[in-house]
Structures are given as C-alpha cells and as structure tokens.
C-alpha cells in the first residue's frame, strides 16, 4: 500500500512539474517566429501524447489493471523514442535560430561598424559622465583622439572645447536631464571650427539612459561662404544706397516698384514707402504705359532720355537704362537713372553759344546784316539754284554817296549811325527771301532770288527813297540828310559769279558819275 501512496504521489509531483514548465513554455512559444511556433504545436501535441501515455502506464501498474505487459512496454517505448525525437528535432531548430540570429546579429554589427567608420562627420559615444567611450576615425583625426582599448578616451568637453568642465548653458546637458534630441549650430574657437551638433540620448535595451551620442559636422566652409555672401550683399547693399544714380528694381510681371535706393528716393521727393508698390511708370517714363520698351516692345535692354516726375510735380529731365535681371530667383527689371536737367541746359547754352558765335562769323555786329564772306556762299547758292530751275536772279550794290565827306565832318560814331541806319531801312524794304549784306565800308549787296532785274527796280526805289527821308544830327541844332547810289543787273545764264558782281559794281558806280543818289541798272 506504501508503494502506491509513494508512486502517485510521484505521478502528481511530475504533474505539477508539467503545470509549472507551462508558463515558460508559453513565454517561449511567444517569441518565436511563425514557422518554429508551428513546429512547436506538434511539440506540444507529442509532449503530451507521451505524458498521457506514460501517465496511463503508472495508472495500469499502481493498480494493477489487466492490461497485456507488451501493450504496455510498447506504448512506453513508442512514447519514449518520440521524446527523443522531439528533444532532438527541439534542440536542432533552437540551434539554427540562434545561429541564424547571430548572423543576423553580426551583420547589423558590421553594418554598423562600417557606417560608423566611414561615415565623413565626426561620431563620438559618451557615457553619464561625459567620458568618450566610442568615436569614429573622423573625429578622432580632428578631436586628437587616442584609442585605448577598455578605457575612455577623454571628457567630451575637453575634447570638443578644450575645457576642463562643460561649458555654461550646454545643450548636450540638457538632452542628458530631458531625455529629448537637439541640434544646434555654433563656433568652437578651440577648433576653429563652426559645427552643427545633433545630440541624441544613448539608451539602453531596458530603458535606461547612458549617456550621449554626438554626431557632429564641420559647417565651417559654408558658414564661410555664408558670411563671404553676406558681406557682399552688404557691399552691394551699400553701393545701392550710396551710388549717385537712382536705381528702382521692377517687378517684371506687375511692373510695380519692389524697391528704390537713397538717390532715387532724393531724386523724387517722396519716401521709400510711398515709392515701393507704384507702378514704374507713374514715376518714370510719363504716360507711357504698355509701350515699355523692354516688356512691351520686346527691347533687351532700354538707354534712352525720359522725364522723372518730381512730388510737387515738375519733371527732371533724365538718362535711364532698363534691363531685365533675376534676384533671388524672381524675374526683375533694374532701371536706373541719372539726372541730365543741369547737362542739357549747358547743351542748350553751348547750342546757343555756338549758334552765336556761328552768326558772329557771318554777320556785320555794326548793321547786324551778312558780312561779305557769308554773301558770296549765299550767292554762290542762288546762282546754283538759278541755273537748275532757270528762274531770274537780281543782284543790288549799294554805296553811301560822300560817306567820307561826312565822316570827315562828324567823326566816326556818326558815321557808324549812318551805316547801322542804312541797315534798318533795307531791312524794312526786302522780303523774307532776299539777302542783304554789308559788303565792305560804306557798300553793300542784296541778293534778290526769283526776281527780274524790271521788278526789282521798284525795290531798290523805296530803299533809296527811303533811306533819304531818314534824318541824321550829328551835331546840335543841324539835320542832315544822306543819299544812296543803287546798282542793279540780273544773272546771264552760265555768267560766273566774279562776272555777275562786277557788273552790279559797275552799274553802281555809273549812278554815282551820273550825279548819285539813284538807281542805275542795265539797259
């Protein structure tokens, strides 16, 4: 009876045995993958075929049921060679997971490991303490890093600022106390380096923090270029503010003013404000919308003189150039412009100088007639024009009769009163078309296109008549009264011009023996 009590008490022991390994068994069961888990289902259905078995074979012997011995020794046997089955096919699918899991394993290591070796920023792996544990050939190369093997490198903060403890307002230290990543720029004088820092909290497999990954990346030539970019957009900003030239820049599409430098702002009277978001041609080029040389006409570029409209609304006049350029990817127009009122009214004086000094050369300052040598080109033109149409051409000489007489008498300031009267009076007496001149002393010349020598006798009677009505004193209390004898011919064809003057001068002189005070022409 003792030997029963002790077998099943041996049995419900195993049994407990068996409930207690159920609850690892599940664990395992949950972290394998499906194809093992399948596996394991026929596991647990042999696991417990052999255990039932087993169990009924203890049940037979405690109590002696009548059951053949061979039935029994076979079940236990059939049961037992499936056990060692399943430990078997257990034990060689538990191998190749963990072996196939190794390799895994080592694969992510060596990927890992290459990425981390040749990755170009610097990687560096800190504990709690801000000692370095890990660091690629990168930043060892700039930090000055030694590898021992086991022991860490260098306190991060000596490393990266050369610093004896971490310096104020450290952001790593921050990441350290909240867990959470940052990146931030900054320039480390102790390497003469600007670096953008990304700081991620190291975190263990449970949890845990400990310590910093650092992935570091040397900015420095950007941050240089950025700065050599920045100052040169300074200068240029400088030069666009200080250059004596206004200069607007123009949306291309909506031709509003997107901006405007100190000399245009002078240059217009009003202020940045009101300037920027104008249309460009209510400022410059008036009344000239949809006719834009470079958006309307298709110019590349436009040079020309326009008028600038002034606050208080008068016009400068001005030079401006219009041309289309790109500014941080936007398509513009830069007109710029300079003011050329002062230039053009110089132009004007020098026109005007010139205009003067040309009219110098041509006319008598005393009659304020032509000279002599501008009535010979006149001449020269008249004759020209005479022979191509065939149209009559007159010619007059005139000469004060006793000029000297009276210049002996009165001086020379009366004298020049007499000449400067003849003047008046045959300007009074000609037409727009013909040309007097003073030829010379007391002798003068007038040049009658298209007229015949009979038509111009009538002419050169109201000169002469009218010049002797004039009344001269030339000293106090005496009136005096001056002649003129008037030669006339008209042009022969193909006569040259000497030719043609000589026989003015001749007729003159003939009115002059023929007792002056006349007008002498050819018969």
Known sequence: MAIKILSILMVLIGATFLLLSFLPAKKIFANVTDRIRRKWFIVFYLIGFFVLGYLFFDIILIFSLPF???????????????????????????????QQSERAIALARDDWENTFNTVTDMITVQDMDFNIVRANPVAKAILGLRLQAGIPLEKCFKAYHGAEKPPSMCQSCQVLETGTPSTFELFEPYLDRHLEIRAMPRVGSDGQMLGLIHVVRDITKRKRAEEALQENEAKLQAIFNTVGTGILIIDSDTQIIIEANQTAIEMTGLSQEQIIGQLCHSLVCPAQEGKCPVKDLGQRVDQSESKLIHVDGHQKDILKTVYPITIKGKDCYLESFVDITERKEAVRQLQESEQRYHELSIVDGLTQLYNSRHFYSQLKIEVDRAKRYEQPLTLFMLDIDRFKTFNDNYGHVEGDQVLCRLGQVMKRCLRETDFACRYGGEEFTIILPMTTGADSVVIAERIRTEFKKEVFSPVPGQNVHVTVSIGLVQYKPLEEIKAFVRRADQRMYQGKKDGRDRVCSEP
């Open 68 to 98: 053949p011995v061979e039935v029994v020794t076979g079940g236990v046997f059939l049961g037992g060679a499936f056990f060692v089955y399943i430990i078997i096919n257990l034990s060689e699918i538990t191998i190749g997971a963990q």
